[in-house]
């Protein structure tokens, strides 16, 4: 009997806070480095009676330009509803948030999908979008062994939820999504996305039914996924899971599940029969939003940078590097940035220098040359002394300049790293280095024509194995070269040079 294949579909609820000054639906600070608890509060925070919320301007601009910047429909008006559920940290015992008029509807994300080994064939899948909306965030809890701590500074930070369509089909899809969505959020400067912070928090719902059924299969949710690693395991073991009890006939229950990150495994937290009535109704105290009067989204779409998907495209048509060195780059947008910056002075210095010896012979070289220090030694250095690009002492144009030298043959590959690691200790520049570090290379033909010739005559032994097709003779010589002049030699003059009085 054929074994029967299951497929999975799975959903993503994603919460971001919002990069604002202020809370959601009043003045306190937003700051989630406030160490002191209860500290950005007010009454509004603490839901007195008879207090009156204020919408945030700015938190409602910001779901919106994610909106423009996912291609989704931004309807004529929206409207905040109360959310009707008891929490300890939710002091007036509703959430206000947005259900049948959200802000934000529709659209897509379009995930990368990285295949090992296949540099340049890459593929991108579109994943569908139910809705964006924003509400307040909770308060958070410290539990004690006879008490629970309630802080509000969290309690009304602008809460974005995100809503994905089920369209994922694995755990890699899952994670890929959540990755590209922190990207574009911090490329729009909506967020942070501080997963360690509990600035984006996701659940995953998935489902599992046989390929040849049409109905989805009973959906169970993951709370509270708080990393990208944590997202990838949970999915993938909740697929393995359901897969197993449908293999030993058994049936899937409709439940919450929470993820163990020590364990890995997920765990029941709550049976889930029916859809939670949370008893929503207009919330009162807020007038409904005319969206596209308040806001001039034709302005706002002009407001949106390049993104992450068009800058990759971009940077594999005009630099030619390695997709890998792409995504190094994309990951953070002042990377991005910066590395732009050395092109173009590398550009600038390429198509001037006509005459500058060099055994560079294209642009597509020399930025490639850029790439691989950059992706390499210079971040292997920053991870090292765990530096941000912001706090490097390099500019663009001296980590061009130290490009250049290598360019034209000016330092070896061996300097070039010795003076990188100096140029991020103090800052200066690569030539100054270079000097001060008797690094600079020697490419003199004639002086290194008489330095090996002197070698030569020293070691006949050596010329004889090479004349008896010996090549670790000539190893051996270059050896000796670079240790007569310090190591400043240009290997490939050397050699050259070397064989060329060895065949004489």
Same mark, same amino acid.
Not at 18 to 36: G, I, R, V
Not at 263 to 287: G, M, V
């Given at each position: 009997?054929?074994?029967?294949?299951?497929?999975?579909?799975?959903?993503?609820?994603?919460?971001?806070?919002?990069?604002?000054?202020?809370?959601?639906?009043?003045?306190?600070?937003?700051?989630?480095?406030?160490?002191?608890?209860?500290?950005?509060?007010?009454?509004?925070?603490?839901? $007195?009676?008879?207090?009156?919320?204020?919408?945030?301007?700015?938190?409602?601009?910001?779901?919106?330009?994610?909106?423009?910047?996912?291609?989704?429909?931004?309807?004529?008006?929206?409207?905040?509803?109360?959310? $009707?559920?008891?929490?300890?940290?939710?002091?007036?015992?509703?959430?206000?948030?947005?259900?049948?008029?959200?802000?934000?509807?529709?659209?897509?994300?379009?995930?990368?999908?990285?295949?090992?080994?296949?540099?340049?064939?890459?593929?991108?899948?579109?994943?569908?979008?139910?809705?964006? $909306?924003?509400?307040?965030?909770?308060?958070?809890?410290?539990?004690?062994?006879?008490?629970?701590?309630?802080?509000?500074?969290?309690?009304?930070?602008?809460?974005?939820?995100?809503?994905?369509?089920?369209?994922?089909?694995?755990?890699?899809?899952?994670?890929?999504?959540?990755?590209?969505?922190?990207? +574009?959020?911090?490329?729009?400067?909506?967020?942070?996305?501080?997963?360690?912070?509990?600035?984006?928090?996701?659940?995953?719902?998935?489902?599992?039914?046989?390929?040849?059924?049409?109905?989805l299969g009973t959906k169970v949710e993951?709370?509270?996924?708080?990393?990208?690693?944590?997202?990838?395991?949970?999915?993938?073991?909740?697929?393995?899971?359901?897969?197993? @009890?449908?293999?030993?006939?058994?049936? +899937?229950?409709?439940?919450?599940?929470?993820? $163990?990150?020590?364990?890995?495994?997920?765990?029941?937290?709550?049976?889930?029969?029916?859809?939670?009535?949370?008893?929503?109704?207009?919330?009162?105290?807020?007038?409904?939003?005319?969206?596209?009067? @308040?806001?001039?989204?034709?302005?706002?779409?002009?407001?949106?940078?390049?993104?992450?998907?068009?800058?990759?495209?971009?940077?594999?048509?005009?630099?030619? +590097?390695?997709?890998?060195?792409?995504?190094?780059?994309?990951?953070?947008?002042?990377?991005?940035?910066?590395?732009?910056?050395?092109?173009s002075e590398l550009i600038a210095w390429?198509?001037?220098?006509?005459?500058?010896?060099?055994?560079?012979?294209?642009?597509?070289?020399?930025?490639?040359?850029?790439?691989?220090?950059?992706?390499?030694?210079? @971040?292997?250095?920053?991870?090292?002394?765990?530096?941000?690009?912001?706090?490097?002492?390099?500019?663009?144009?001296?980590?061009?300049?130290?490009?250049?030298?290598?360019?034209?043959?000016?330092?070896?590959?061996?300097?070039?790293?010795?003076?990188?690691?100096?140029?991020?200790?103090?800052?200066?520049?690569?030539?100054?280095?270079?000097?001060?570090?008797?690094?600079?290379?020697?490419?003199?033909?004639?002086?290194?024509?008489e330095i090996a010739r002197k070698i030569?005559?020293?070691?006949?032994?050596?010329?004889?194995?090479?004349?008896?097709?010996?090549?670790?003779?000539?190893?051996?010589?270059?050896?000796?070269?670079?240790?007569?002049?310090?190591?400043?030699?240009?290997?490939? +003059?050397?050699?050259?040079?070397?064989?060329? @009085?060895?065949?004489?």
């Amino acid at each position: 009997m054929e074994k029967i294949k299951y497929i999975p579909t799975i959903g993503l609820e994603i919460h971001i806070e919002l990069k604002t000054k202020t809370k959601m639906f009043c003045f306190c600070l937003n700051d989630l480095y406030e160490k002191h608890p209860n500290t950005n509060v007010c009454p509004i925070c603490f839901g $007195h009676p008879g207090t009156l919320p204020a919408t945030n301007k700015e938190a409602i601009k910001k779901v919106l330009k994610l909106g423009l910047a996912l291609k989704s429909e931004i309807p004529d008006f929206s409207r905040f509803d109360r959310k $009707h559920y008891f929490y300890p940290d939710l002091p007036k015992g509703y959430q206000i948030s947005q259900y049948q008029y959200p802000l934000v509807k529709g659209g897509y994300l379009e995930i990368p999908l990285f295949r090992q080994g296949c540099e340049g064939q890459n593929t991108f899948k579109k994943i569908c979008l139910t809705r964006i $909306h924003l509400e307040e965030d909770t308060g958070s809890l410290e539990h004690k062994e006879d008490a629970s701590l309630v802080d509000l500074n969290r309690a009304g930070v602008p809460l974005m939820e995100l809503v994905t369509e089920p369209d994922l089909a694995s755990a890699y899809e899952a994670k890929k999504f959540a990755e590209e969505l922190r990207l +574009i959020l911090r490329y729009l400067e909506i967020s942070d996305a501080n997963m360690e912070m509990g600035q984006m928090r996701i659940e995953a719902n998935i489902s599992i039914k046989p390929e040849i059924q049409k109905k989805l299969g009973t959906k169970v949710e993951i709370k509270n996924l708080n990393s990208f690693n944590s997202v990838f395991k949970a999915v993938d073991y909740e697929i393995a899971r359901q897969t197993e @009890i449908l293999e030993k006939g058994e049936i +899937i229950i409709q439940e919450t599940r929470g993820w $163990h990150d020590t364990k890995e495994i997920t765990f029941s937290q709550r049976s889930k029969e029916e859809a939670e009535d949370y008893r929503y109704f207009p919330e009162p105290d807020l007038p409904w939003l005319k969206v596209k009067e @308040i806001f001039d989204l034709e302005k706002m779409k002009l407001e949106i940078p390049e993104l992450p998907k068009e800058k990759r495209a971009r940077f594999k048509n005009e630099f030619k +590097i390695k997709d890998e060195q792409i995504e190094t780059f994309i990951s953070e947008k002042q990377l991005a940035d910066y590395f732009e910056q050395v092109v173009s002075e590398l550009i600038a210095w390429f198509e001037t220098e006509k005459n500058a010896e060099r055994n560079i012979e294209s642009i597509d070289k020399l930025t490639n040359l850029a790439a691989n220090y950059f992706t390499s030694d210079l @971040i292997g250095i920053m991870k090292e002394k765990n530096l941000i690009i912001n706090e490097l002492r390099i500019t663009p144009e001296n980590f061009a300049e130290l490009i250049k030298m290598l360019g034209e043959n000016k330092i070896s590959s061996r300097g070039a790293k010795d003076i990188l690691f100096q140029m991020v200790e103090i800052g200066e520049d690569p030539s100054v280095l270079a000097e001060k570090l008797n690094l600079t290379q020697v490419n003199d033909e004639t002086a290194l024509y008489e330095i090996a010739r002197k070698i030569i005559e020293e070691n006949p032994k050596a010329k004889l194995d090479f004349k008896n097709d010996n090549q670790n003779s000539l190893q051996f010589l270059m050896g000796q070269m670079m240790r007569e002049t310090r190591g400043k030699a240009n290997p490939k +003059i050397a050699q050259e040079i070397i064989k060329k @009085i060895l065949e004489n």
